[in-house]
T-cell receptor, first 115, second 110 residues
Framework: EAQVTQNPRYLITVTGKKLTVTCSQN?????MSWYRQDPGLGLRQIYY???????DKGDVPEGYKVSRKEKRNFPLILESPSPNQTSLYFC??????????????FGSGTRLTVV | RKEVEQDPGPFNVPEGATVAFNCTYS??????FFWYRQDCRKEPKLLMS???SGNEDGRFTAQLNRASQYISLLIRDSKLSDSATYLC???????????FGAGTRLTVKP
């Protein structure tokens, strides 16, 4: 089954404790991105990657890092999480940035709470 | 002003009703338009692209008005299963600049 797999689904952590949210896709998509979704604000892009070893900042990159060492994986790293990073996070992939005919395929989401 | 604005709702309608959502965008250079559907606590999924000439997919009709910079989604004969949040998405041409609206929540009641 074609899918984007995110882990973990839920995470509660403390301020300053480094964490990684994993994202993996099995569709051989070149384009991957991370979003955060907050009430009333819609999805905002954190980072995106056009291909292996090619990453770039989105609208809200502060406090986040990413890497794209393999085509299928695009982990999101919070080196020192803070409470304002409490949010719902989605990883997405597609053949290209427009989404093409099928749009973006999103992972199931990671609900992160930083206390 | 937000780049993509939607009425958050909620829209509460009875089964069988026709309901329409609008979405306005601020950047006149926007070239691609989409509607995504997001169920409660789930990931967004593409509902349909919006073409310049308007397009229809079953009970769903999407239209684009470039002069007024808005897109619309019309749902006819609403079903209980249509209850969800509908996200308007706008993209600049040849640019990784996809903007999501905050969504319009629809509840269809028996």
């Amino acid at each position: 089954e074609a899918q984007v797999t995110q882990n973990p689904r839920y995470l509660i952590t403390v301020t300053g404790k480094k964490l990684t949210v994993t994202c993996s896709q099995n569709m051989n998509h070149e384009y991957m991105s991370w979003y955060r979704q907050d009430p009333g604000l819609g999805l905002r892009q954190i980072y995106y990657s056009m291909n292996v070893e090619v990453t770039d900042k989105g609208d809200v990159p502060e406090g986040y890092k990413v890497s794209r060492k393999e085509k299928r994986n695009f982990p999101l790293i919070l080196e020192s999480p803070s409470p304002n990073q409490t949010s719902l996070y989605f990883c997405a992939s597609s053949l290209d940035p427009t989404g093409g005919d099928y749009g973006y395929t999103f992972g199931s989401g990671t609900r992160l709470t930083v206390v | 002003r937000k780049e993509v604005e939607q009425d958050p709702g909620p829209f509460n309608v009875p089964e069988g009703a026709t309901v329409a959502f609008n979405c306005t965008y601020s950047n006149s250079a926007s070239q691609s338009f989409f509607w995504y559907r997001q169920d409660c606590r789930k990931e967004p999924k593409l509902l349909m692209s919006v073409y310049s000439s308007g397009n229809e997919d079953g009970r769903f009709t999407a239209q684009l008005n470039r002069a007024s910079q808005y897109i619309s989604l019309l749902i006819r004969d609403s079903k209980l299963s249509d209850s969800a949040t509908y996200l308007c998405v706008v993209m600049l041409y040849n640019n990784n600049d996809m903007r999501f609206g905050a969504g319009t929540r629809l509840t269809v009641k028996p």
